[in-house]
């Protein structure tokens, strides 16, 4: 793939990005309900409960110091829409006079369609968000039902149509592989419709501890099988493509400059900062997590992780090949692994499934769904 087919705004963030760029992430940890399948951190909080958090959030910004530019800001959760309009100021008031934040950097905050509402995209607009994730899932009424979601598709295409308003740079989650959902086309096709830019397609994952876990244990709940995950999933990106969206990332298409920039950042490693609880932050070649408990966020508890040069060698492939933004040759070299000496490299290359340009490796979007196959034999 050539990084040309991809998007002129995302060439200029590479071009422009140094080291003395940073992104920063900030957990919203608030949820009105569990999603069946959901085991991000996040909890159903009193109001005193969620103020004590962001009074937190704040301090943990405050004591917080760097000189690098701030290139991107990425508002996750939980549901960062569930955050009222003062908290939104606060929040922006702090890295304002914290940070030195980039005029033209993207933030995003992600949003559930049914607590966004037009007094709430005034205010996101206000303080400079520029780019709006909503959590989508499906368009089918009984799925939405069957997972716990709060909202229906009507509200969905609503919401989607009002922040289409206020917006450009709208960003839809889609999730493959739930029960009785053979294909997602037909949604990608009502989202493009509604201007979406960016489709994030996300398999399904039970994960232990969930709601979602023991329905499957228990049969009540029968997802998609592999094969129809995956044929699910081969329709949407041909489709996808069809209509102009680059398969920019495994589970990610955009049109041409809508590529998430704060994700290329995590793709390309770059360095970032994370606030709040299960946040992580990736700075001077340490890994640094917040605890996952509100217990031992409120003490300061984190864990810290040292990247050696095998574990950055390897990790940049890991991350790199899944996505455009590719693997920097003179970067591994620099850290001892000539990749080009490398049989299976000679061998991917020769069949045309990754490709070398300006210095960089990519693999083809079209392995993307094989991309575990490839890095494995990648490494050194
Ligand atoms: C941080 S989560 C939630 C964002 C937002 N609160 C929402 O529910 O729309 C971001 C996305 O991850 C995806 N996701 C969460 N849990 C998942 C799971 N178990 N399997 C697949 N996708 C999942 C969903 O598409 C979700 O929109
Ligand atoms: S999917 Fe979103 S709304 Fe549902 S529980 Fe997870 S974070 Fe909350």
């Keep these: 793939m050539k990084s040309s087919e991809v998007g002129k705004d995302v060439d200029a963030f590479y071009t422009s990005s140094s080291e003395n760029d940073i992104s920063i992430y900030i957990h919203i940890p608030f949820c009105e309900r569990k999603c069946s399948y959901c085991a991000f951190v996040s909890f159903c909080l009193s109001y005193a409960e969620r103020e004590e958090y962001i009074n937190f959030l704040l301090d943990e910004i405050e004591n917080f110091s760097t000189t690098k530019k701030v290139k991107t800001i990425y508002l ?5 829409s569930l ?21 033209n950097a993207e933030i995003t905050i992600e949003v559930n369609p049914n607590s966004v509402d037009e007094e709430k995209l005034k205010v996101y607009k206000e303080v400079g968000i520029n780019r ?14 069957s997972i716990g979601r709060l909202h229906t598709k009507k509200e969905a295409i609503d919401k989607l149509k009002l922040i289409g308003k206020y917006f450009d740079n709208i960003s839809a989650d889609l999730i493959l592989g739930l029960s009785g959902e053979k294909s997602v086309t037909r949604y990608a096709k009502k989202l ?12 399904l994952e039970v994960h232990e501890n969930t709601k979602l876990f023991s329905e499957v244990r228990d049969k009540k709940y029968r997802p998609l099988d592999e094969k129809g995950v995956a044929k ?9 493509s069809k209509h102009n969206f680059n398969q920019y990332e495994v589970s990610n298409f955009a ?4 590529e998430s920039k704060h994700n290329l950042n995590y793709w390309s490693y770059g360095e970032y900062i994370g606030f709040g609880i299960s946040a992580h932050s990736f700075l001077s070649h340490k890994r640094i997590a917040n605890a996952n408990s509100l217990q031992g966020y409120y003490i300061r508890k984190q864990k810290e992780e040292k990247i050696t040069k095998d574990m950055e060698i390897e990790e940049r492939i890991m991350l790199g090949l899944r996505c455009f933004a ?13 990749i080009q000496k490398n049989e ?11 490709i070398e340009e300006n210095g960089k490796f990519y693999l083809l979007p079209k392995y993307y769904k094989f991309a575990d196959y490839y890095i494995l034999n990648l490494f050194p």
Excluded: C, W
Aim: glycine share 8%; proline share 1%; charged share 25%.
């Design 83 to 103: 955050l009222i309009k003062d908290e939104i100021f606060a929040i922006f008031k702090k890295l304002r006079e914290k940070f030195n934040i980039d005029e």
């Design 76 to 80: 996750g959760g939980g549901t960062p």
């Design 326 to 338: 590719g693997v920097d040759i003179s970067i591994l070299n620099n850290l001892g692994y000539d």
């Design 132 to 145: 709006i994730s909503v959590g989508v899932q499906s368009l089918s009424n009984k799925t939405l039902k």
């Design 232 to 240: 699910s999933y081969e329709r949407l990106a041909k489709f996808l």
């Design 344 to 354: 299976n490299y000679k061998r991917f290359l020769n069949e045309g499934e990754i």
């Design 255 to 258: 049109l041409a400059g809508y």
């Design 192 to 203: 493009i419709k509604l201007k979406v830019k960016h489709i994030s397609s996300y398999m």
